[in-house]
């Protein structure tokens, strides 16, 4: 089965600190995403990564970056935590080419305070 | 803008009867289409997809979703409900040539009563 896992089920962070969610996944998958989830708005792309060290920003990139070393690991980064960023994370991979499902990781539910 | 319309926020159905759960898509070209279901504290997984071909298309659990392209719709659909799908239902789009990015409508709570 096809596995992305993401480091943290739950964080607290504090307003102003920078926060570092991470993704794994074992299926040799091209394509990685970071997506935030919020009731009634369902699922913002925030960034998403077609190749090692290639990024492409989402919807909603303002406030976070990203990087990708490594085929396997994709980073979400909060540069400084604000409130408005309390939300369920979810990460994604999907392999290249038109029509592939994406499979997700099981989320990292962040509280800024 | 590309976007996904769930209609509905929510859905409510007696077990047994038949379910439809709405989407339509405003995305040029013609994407490829997805339905991705969320049970409590779980990530999402994968229903089912369209690509091409024929316009019923069936998937996991017993789900089937028609799609319908003057309509640019691609409703969730099931002929019995179970309780047990009770959940959060996502439809998706993926624009052809988009490097795969994948774009959800705002999510639709179904609930099954016994």
């Known amino acids: 089965d096809v596995k992305v896992t993401q480091s943290s089920r739950y964080l607290v962070k504090r307003t102003g600190e920078k926060v570092f969610l991470e993704c794994v996944q074992d299926m040799d998958h091209e394509n990685m995403f970071w997506y935030r989830q919020d009731p009634g708005l369902g699922l913002r792309l925030i960034y998403f990564s077609y190749d090692v060290k290639m990024k492409e920003k989402g919807d909603i990139p303002e406030g976070y970056s990203v990087s990708r070393e490594k085929k396997e690991r994709f980073s979400l980064i909060l540069e400084s935590a604000s409130t408005n960023q309390t939300s369920m994370y979810l990460c994604?991979?999907?392999?290249?080419?038109?029509?592939?499902?994406?499979?997700f990781g099981q989320g990292t539910r962040l509280t800024v305070v | 803008a590309q976007s996904v319309a769930q209609p509905e926020d929510q859905v409510n159905v007696a077990e047994g009867n038949p379910l439809t759960v709405k989407c339509t898509y405003s995305?040029?070209?013609?994407?490829?289409l997805f339905w991705y279901v969320q049970y409590p504290n779980r990530g999402l997984q994968f229903l089912l997809k369209?690509?091409?071909?024929?316009?019923l298309v069936k998937g996991s659990y017993g789900f089937e979703a028609e799609f319908n392209k003057s309509q640019t719709s691609f409703h969730l659909k099931k002929p019995s409900a179970l309780v047990s799908d009770s959940a959060l239902y996502f439809c998706?789009?993926?624009?052809?040539?988009?490097?795969?990015?994948?774009?959800f409508g705002s999510g639709t709570r179904l609930s099954i009563r016994p």
């Open positions: 995305v040029s070209g013609n994407p490829y």
């Open positions: 998706a789009v993926s624009p052809r040539g988009s490097a795969s990015k994948i774009i």
């Open positions: 369209y690509i091409t071909g024929d316009n």
């Open positions: 994604a991979s999907s392999f290249r080419g038109g029509g592939t499902e994406a499979f």
